[in-house]
């Protein structure tokens, strides 16, 4: 079970920070061998949603209000420690954020760029493609949304 926290960047502690960028750049850089710049000045516009297990960081996103990323609200840089994958927190991670769309910001509509590998974890959620394929940092993405009206 997952103890979440939702944060602005300014709410957050030097640890919570640190935490957050290791675990990014763990997985988005490492894991995936992919040489990008994470650290892009959105942090600071974000809410940060972070999924604690016995009191370690484990899953992560970042929120958007509408125009900060898209037009829509938005979910990114969403990611789950490797070793923690099985235990589906990339299910309550993304619920978490829904929730916290729906009550920060008051939107029912969200559009995230997602890797194309990770499809169907996100039509499980919710969200439906749209538009084409393309490359994002040379890993293949595609645009999706949510509507709670689907």
């Known amino acids: 079970m997952l103890t979440i926290q939702t944060k602005t960047f300014r709410e ?28 892009d000045n959105k942090d600071q516009k974000a809410w940060h949603v972070m999924g604690f297990k016995d009191e ?12 900060d990323y898209f037009k829509e609200t938005s979910v990114g840089r969403v990611v789950v420690s490797k070793k923690q994958r099985k235990f589906k927190y990339g299910y309550d ?19 995230i760029s997602a890797q194309c590998y990770l499809k169907k974890f996100y ?26 009206s689907y």
Request: charged share 25%.
């Open 56 to 67: 370690k960081l484990v899953a992560y996103t970042r929120l958007f209000k509408p125009g």
């Open 93 to 111: 991670i993304m619920k978490a954020s829904i929730d916290a769309i729906n009550t920060i910001f008051k939107e029912k509509s969200i559009r």
């Open 12 to 39: 957050l502690s030097t640890e919570e920070l640190y935490a957050i960028l290791q675990l990014r750049s763990e997985v988005f850089v490492v894991e995936q061998d992919c040489v990008y710049q994470d650290m």
């Open 123 to 148: 039509n499980n959620l919710g969200f439906k493609e749209t538009g084409i394929e393309y490359l994002e940092d040379g890993i293949p993405h595609i645009n999706m949304i949510y509507n709670e």
